[in-house]
């Protein structure tokens, strides 16, 4: 019922960090403790701890119920009356102990007393959270607490809660009863987290990504060293994650870009700026939704970046500017390139020219260079020397407004990055560090350190590399390590070649479950088989045959043969040959006794490699 998994997989995809083992999982922070933290339902205090082995009082169940509820940014943390004898208006949770009393979820006792420093019990929590779901006293049949606890049991609010009926229960038994509900239905028959706007799918799993979207708060500016003191909880507490790692406060700059969950006391913070002539708006500029600058469109999502971009605002078509970006790549504040001076590093593509419009309204010719970039983006510069050549290295300055572009010579660096991923030989990698693997036909694709791992680069293998000022590498181009870069295929035809080694006919191939062929001037030193394919503009510029081993056993991650294990391609294609046709398939369909399976890889995983090709043949 409740999905442990696809909650750790989230998290990866929202912090940014290699998904941990199920032990890891059990002994670390739990799917529950995450959930219930982003809900605001039970939060940690100052120094993040849990105390997940306290007892609960009644006052303090109150206000779970009500984070847990419909309620939860309606109900003021003070009250203007006194809800019981014991409970005055200046009691910290007066105003909670009132809503849930008002709503019928909790009673008080006799004598117009409340007991809101008593602990919980089994019963009257799971009590509680029943009439939270729907169901009335005249719901049940039998005695109290007997038939509510066999409700309680029967919907699955038990889970995890190993509790009887008159014990107490702890921060971690309301954890759980909380977590549960949110994926238990309620009286009326629907999953009780949608009445919070919360999306859940046909098994009632959350979907905590929005959970977590829905409670963080956002996006901000940094815009001096103040900027923390705005924050609704001690900064100084706070987990930093810094372009999807775990980072520090002190890694925060001027102009970044930062949401907060004031539940999980977490900070997520973007850098990511893009400098360039502003060149085109759209659908217009007196109200431009999408930009175009240094000759990439971004959509513009804040109104302020909206006024300020638009024919009325401060920035006009050929006016140089840096980009705020957040957490989806939009624009969501946008400065004079003059007061922010930043570097980008990457080799050229691609020349060309181009026609602008300058602040003025006028049109204007300029040759340009397109750059691959250590950030995985291609951006395009207008480029007043005509000396630079495809393929070189080169420094892109932003300094008061203005672009420059400037050779720099490759940097040689050789060493084993560490298995957790964080050094490469002696030298850490930062938090912000921007890696990029390319070829030398130019094809490029962005890297994360956690691809690199236990992975020894030699010199040839790294052709840059920036130090920051704390001796950090911060950007590193790649020569071809990863072998991410290609498309992954059968070749299923290569031309003739006569006695000069002309070529005559087309190669052909199937990618992606597509069928194509081109003819090339080229040779290639590939067979009919699994092969790597490097495309250019619809052409082929390169091509290799892949190793072949026949599998014992395959899973999700990995691929078995009678000695050796390979890791999986991210994008592994997986193919069923029937009578010498290839059909695209899944590994799911595949992995049984019907079928003798064929594993394709480009080199071994302890060096980079990945199967990249699965073929089936039914037995």
Same mark, same amino acid.
């Given at each position: ?37 982003a ?7 100052? *120094?993040?701890n ?26 003021s943390?003070?009250?203007? $009356? *006194? ?9 910290w949770?007066?105003? @909670?102990i ?7 979820? =909790? ?5 117009g007393? #409340? ?48 509790k ?23 009286? &009326?028959?629907?999953?009780y987290?949608?009445?919070? /706007? #919360?999306?859940?799918?046909? +098994?009632?799993?959350?979907?905590? *990504? *929005?959970?977590?979207m829905?409670?963080?708060? /956002? ?9 923390s003191s ?5 900064? /100084? ?9 775990? $980072?520090?406060? &002190? ?17 997520w913070?973007y850098?990511?700026?893009v &400098?360039g002539?502003?060149?085109a ?7 431009p ?10 959509t513009?999502?804040?109104s302020?970046a ?12 050929g ?6 970006l ?10 004079? +390139? ?16 181009q ?16 750059v691959?970039?250590?950030?995985g983006?291609?951006?395009? @510069? ?19 407004g ?10 040689s660096?050789s060493?084993?990055?560490? $298995? ?9 990698f ?12 130019g ?6 350190? +956690? ?16 130090l920051?000022?704390d ?14 870069? @290609? ?14 080694m002309e ?5 052909t ?6 069928? /194509?062929?081109?003819?090339s ?7 009919i088989?699994?092969a ?6 619809n &052409? ?7 190793t072949?081993?026949?599998?014992k056993?395959?899973n ?8 050796t294990? @390979? ?16 059909? =695209? ?5 595949v992995n049984? $006794?019907? #079928? ?15 199967v ?8």
């Amino acid at each position: 019922m409740k999905k442990t998994a696809s909650f750790v997989l989230t998290l990866c995809l929202l912090f940014g960090l290699t998904a941990p083992t199920a032990g890891a999982v059990s002994s670390g922070i739990t799917t529950a403790q995450q959930t219930v933290s982003a809900l605001g339902i039970i939060v940690g205090d100052e *120094s993040g701890n849990m105390n997940l082995s306290s007892d609960v009082t009644r006052a303090q169940f109150a206000k779970m119920m009500i984070a847990a509820s419909a309620f939860k940014d309606t109900i003021s943390s003070t009250a203007k $009356s *006194s809800p019981f004898k014991d409970v005055k208006y200046t009691h910290w949770a007066a105003s @909670y102990i009132q809503a849930a009393v008002t709503a019928g979820w =909790l009673t008080g006792y006799t004598g117009g007393v #409340y007991k809101p420093d008593q602990s919980m019990t089994l019963e009257e929590a799971v009590s509680a959270v029943l009439k939270m779901l729907g169901y009335a006293t005249t719901d049940f049949t039998g005695s109290f607490p007997e038939a509510q606890l066999a409700k309680y049991t029967a919907v699955g609010l038990n889970e995890n809660i190993s509790k009887t009926q008159g014990q107490l229960m702890s921060r971690q038994d309301c954890m759980y009863l909380f977590y549960n509900l949110m994926s238990t239905k309620t009286k &009326s028959g629907v999953y009780y987290a949608t009445t919070l /706007g #919360y999306t859940v799918n046909s +098994s009632g799993e959350l979907d905590y *990504s *929005s959970l977590v979207m829905n409670n963080m708060k /956002g996006p901000f500016i940094v815009e001096g060293t103040s900027w923390s003191s705005a924050l609704p909880f001690a900064a /100084g507490t706070a987990k930093v994650y810094k372009n999807g790692s775990l $980072s520090s406060l &002190s890694s925060v700059s001027i102009y970044d870009v930062y949401y907060y969950n004031t539940s999980m006391k977490t900070l997520w913070v973007y850098r990511n700026q893009v &400098s360039g002539v502003y060149t085109a708006a759209s659908p217009s500029t007196a109200a431009p939704t999408s930009v175009t600058v240094a000759g990439k469109t971004y959509t513009v999502s804040a109104s302020s970046a909206r006024y300020a971009l638009s024919t009325t605002g401060s920035y006009k078509l050929g006016d140089a500017v840096t980009l705020l970006l957040g957490m989806n790549g939009d624009v969501v504040d946008v400065v004079s +390139s003059s007061e922010i001076n930043t570097t980008k590093y990457g080799f050229i593509t691609s020349k060309g020219s181009q026609t602008f419009t300058d602040n003025l309204g006028n049109p204007y010719t300029a040759k340009t260079v397109n750059v691959a970039c250590t950030d995985g983006s291609s951006y395009e @510069y207008d480029c007043i020397n005509d000396y630079f050549e495809v393929g070189n290295l080169v420094q892109i300055s932003f300094s008061d407004g203005k672009t420059s572009i400037s050779r720099v010579s490759e940097t040689s660096l050789s060493g084993t990055v560490n $298995s957790t991923s964080t050094k490469l030989g002696t030298y850490s990698f930062s938090d912000d560090v921007e890696i990029l693997d390319s070829t030398k036909n130019g094809s490029f694709i962005k890297v994360y350190p +956690s691809r690199l791992a236990g992975l020894t680069l030699y010199s040839n293998d790294i052709r840059f590399y920036v130090l920051d000022k704390d001796g950090k590498i911060s950007r590193l181009i790649l020569n071809d390590v990863t072998g991410d870069l @290609y498309a992954n295929g059968i070749v299923t035809g290569i031309p003739a070649f006569n006695g000069s080694m002309e070529i005559s006919g087309s190669y052909t191939y199937i990618v992606n479950g597509t069928a /194509g062929s081109c003819i090339s001037s080229s040779i290639f030193p590939v067979q009919i088989g699994c092969a790597q394919i490097e495309f250019k503009s619809n &052409s082929i510029v390169s091509m290799k045959s892949l190793t072949g081993v026949l599998l014992k056993s395959l899973n999700s991650t990995y691929a078995q043969s009678s000695d050796t294990q @390979y890791a999986l391609a991210d994008n592994v294609s997986v193919y069923i040959n029937s009578s010498g046709s290839y059909y =695209l398939s899944s590994i799911s369909a595949v992995n049984n $006794s019907s #079928y003798s399976l064929y594993g394709y890889y480009d080199k071994p995983t302890d060096s980079g490699g990945r199967v990249r090709v699965i073929v089936a043949f039914a037995n």
